[in-house]
Structures are given as C-alpha cells and as structure tokens.
Nanobody, 125 residues
Framework: QVQLLESGGGLVQAGGSLRLSCSAS????????MGWFRQAPGKDREFVAA????????RHASSVKGRFTISRDNAKNAVYLQMNTLKPEDTAVYYC??????????????????WGQGTQVTVSS
C-alpha cells in the first residue's frame, strides 16, 4: 500500500508556472506507474500526464502537451508536474495517483489504485 500527498498548488496569473510535487510513503514506490489527473468544478476527472515505473516513458494529454512535464525521482519517492504557460482553463484540483498493475501508466483514472487528496491550482486571467 502507498499513501500519496500532493503539494505545490496555489494561485498564479495566466502565463505563469507552478511545480506540483507528490510524495509517496513506503519503500516500493518504483513498483508503481504514476499519473496526474485534474478535476474542475462540475466536470469529470481528466487525465493530465503519466509516467512509467522507471521514468523512461511519459505521456501527456493533448491539452497540456508542450506546457506540462511529468517526472519522477524514485530515490526520493516523488513525482512532479512542472506546469508552464498556465491558462485559466487549467484551474482545477490536481491529484496524483499510483498504478500497481501497469508498467507504463494509464490515461484511465479507474486503472489507478491509490490517490492523493489533491491540491488546488487556480489560474487567474
């Protein structure tokens, strides 16, 4: 089992940057593919980015490609989401999630086994 804790959210103006972090408990972090999802008020949870167990494979949603970058540091039990050129439509609660069954990380939220509590990102225009 793994516990996840997100941090780094906040209020930023459009065009600005934020770096989200997700810290994981336990000594088996490298066994999990990791993902970032977000949920805006009144909308479904949507995929943002995923990274494989080793960090060698990443995928990003088309809406964030070229602006957001997912990375991980298995020695620190952490996964990150660097967000640049933020837009008001990026406003949402951002969640990190751990997938125990797939090596490369899925775009489907139902595939993930563990979730953090989320961190709010608000982008003002």
């Amino acid at each position: 089992q793994v516990q996840l804790l997100e941090s780094g959210g906040g209020l930023v103006q459009a065009g600005g940057s934020l770096r989200l972090s997700c810290s994981a408990s336990g000594r088996t972090f490298s066994r999990y593919a990791m993902g970032w999802f977000r949920q805006a008020p009144g909308k479904d949870r949507e995929f943002v980015a995923a990274i494989s167990r080793s960090g060698g494979i990443t995928r990003h949603a088309s809406s964030v490609k070229g602006r957001f970058t997912i990375s991980r540091d298995n020695a620190k039990n952490a996964v990150y989401l660097q967000m640049n050129t933020l837009k008001p439509e990026d406003t949402a609660v951002y969640y990190c999630a751990a997938d125990a069954s797939q090596a490369s990380g899925s775009t489907w939220p139902h595939q993930y086994d563990y979730w953090g509590q989320g961190t709010q990102v608000t982008v003002s225009s």
